[in-house]
């Protein structure tokens, strides 16, 4: 798991002072990026060599509203991998008290050449060598 800490801007929320609950997918992101760096395997590096990891679908539960200036934590982990699949798990705390504000998941396919589904062993040995370790490890 890798924490990333992000700050809400005024720009972040909405007219009744809360998050605008779509920038809680980006903020996701933002996660999901921090963890695959830390991991060697930054995203530029997929589209360097033209694989291309689009998200596929999202969930999202809402729990608890975030509001300016609260610093939050973005917990990401990747949840489930299969040859044509990653699915990545997310919780967004509020660092100040340990609030729960926002859980959810992505699940992203692979894409090689031309856009088309491929599977990430083919694609790319290394990086899925690299995922299946760190899954496998818990991380």
Known sequence: MVRTQVRVRYADTDAMGVVY??????????????LMRAWGAPYAEFERRGILVPVTEAQVRWLYPARYDDLLDVE????????????FAYRIVRAEDGRLCCEGTTTHGFLGPGGRPAALPKLAPDLWELFTRRLQAGE
Do not use: K
Request: proline share 4%; net charge positive.
């Open 76 to 87: 990401t982990r990747m949840e489930r991998l299969t040859p044509a699949r990653v699915t």
């Open 21 to 34: 609950h779509a920038n809680y997918l980006i903020w996701f992101e933002v996660g999901r990026n921090e």
